[in-house]
């Protein structure tokens, strides 16, 4: 099978850009990516390459009216929507297209702009009750804070160490919504959202986007590139968000992603040096150390309040870029920034935010509805330098 490696990346700011439309976010991050691989734009004309571009609210013919303003309109292009898993999807979509010998190279990039009037986070109108009578997403995982409270003597404060550690990453990271650090005193006495979620235990509404560039062996042996980085595992599965209705203090969808990458990986927990995960919400960021197996069900709490999840810690650094609580989550932009942040963290170089000798990382996706009518997926990659 074709080997899969990530030869550039790129990213713009995320937050909000009024006077920026999407589309033209999109082009600056594959712009960027592009110009990072050191290959000049004919040879993605002239070689066999395939665009991916995930996104979740914004029409049809993304990739397509992002591509023609850099002249790649002639690209074979697939649009991907998969909630806040379709940036995931499409770098995923982009790699199985190289393994299977469809492409020598893909560009795969996500965008979204949720700031916009009538575009905020979540866009979508409800068509059940549940939804009608206010189970949105800070509700629902509101829930599944209480229950992890109750289940395992999870602390608000430790929920809240999550935000503090997240925002101290991400004022290290040019690229943040929010770059201004918060103790835990203000993480509790900001505004409540849905108890206990507090404003500053929430994920901003951001606009952005990010983009990779992925390459096959063959295709990198005969251009003599030196990639650094390369995909080795990923997992992506689908299911019901809460199965038959039901909060839980875990994500199924999850674990079974994570199982995935990790048997096609050959690797385990263990040999994870940094994770940027999905944690829109502190719980969620707790109930994933869990998930993926850095920790045991239940110890999440603790797993944070040591310090381990921090860069430098001693464990799984955590979000190194700052996670979706701090850098923000324009939700087709998510997954490729997370993969985006790999690639800069493997090749050593993240400036001020480095991961101490980071060898193995892992990005990790997952969404869709809140409620028992709504399904979603979950997105698991792990990366190894090279």
Request: aromatic share 6%; net charge negative; with cysteine.
């Amino acid at each position: 099978m074709e080997r899969v490696f990530v030869l550039g990346a790129g990213m713009t700011t995320f937050g909000p850009q009024p006077d920026v439309e999407v589309h033209e976010l999109a082009r600056r991050a594959v712009w960027e990516a592009l110009g990072s691989t050191g290959l000049p734009p004919q040879v993605f004309r002239s070689r066999p390459t395939m665009a991916f571009a995930g996104h979740a609210y914004q029409g049809p013919c993304f990739a397509q009216k992002t591509l023609m303003k850099i002249g790649l309109q002639g690209l074979p292009m697939i649009n991907v929507e998969n909630a806040c898993a379709s940036g995931s999807t499409a770098v995923i979509g982009a790699a199985a297209m190289i393994r299977a010998g469809e492409a020598e190279l893909a560009i795969a990039f996500g965008a979204e702009k949720l700031t916009r009037p009538g575009g905020g986070f979540l866009p979508i109108v409800a068509d059940d009750l549940e939804s009608a009578m206010g189970r949105v997403m800070p509700a629902a995982f509101a829930m599944q804070a209480q229950l992890h409270m109750e289940r395992h003597g999870t602390t608000r404060e430790q929920m809240a160490m999550v935000a503090v550690k997240n925002r101290r990453h991400g004022a290290l990271n040019p690229r943040c919504h929010f770059r201004e650090e918060v103790t835990v005193e203000q993480v509790l006495a900001s505004p409540s959202i849905a108890e206990p979620l507090t404003r500053l235990a929430c994920c901003p509404v951001s606009d952005g986007a990010a983009a990779v560039v992925l390459a096959g062996e063959a295709a990198v042996r005969s251009l003599g590139l030196q990639p650094g980085v390369e995909l080795v595992g990923h997992g992506l599965v689908s299911g019901e968000r809460t199965p038959f209705g039901i909060v839980d203090d875990h994500s199924e969808m999850s674990i079974r992603a994570a199982r995935l990458a990790y048997e096609r990986a050959g690797l385990g927990p263990a040999d994870v040096d940094l994770c940027e995960m999905h944690d829109p919400f502190t719980i969620a960021e707790l109930i994933h150390y869990e998930d993926l197996g850095f920790c045991a069900p239940g110890e999440g709490g603790a797993y944070v309040q040591s310090g381990r999840a921090a860069i430098g810690g001693g464990g799984v650094a955590v979000s190194p870029s700052g996670g979706l609580m701090s850098k923000g989550h324009p939700l087709g932009a998510t997954g490729v920034a997370q993969v985006a942040e790999m690639f800069w963290q493997l090749r050593g170089e993240a400036g001020a935010r480095q991961v101490p000798g980071a060898r193995v990382g892992l990005t990790h996706t997952v969404g869709g509805g809140v409620t028992r009518l709504e399904a979603g997926a979950s997105a698991v990659m792990i990366f190894r330098a090279l």
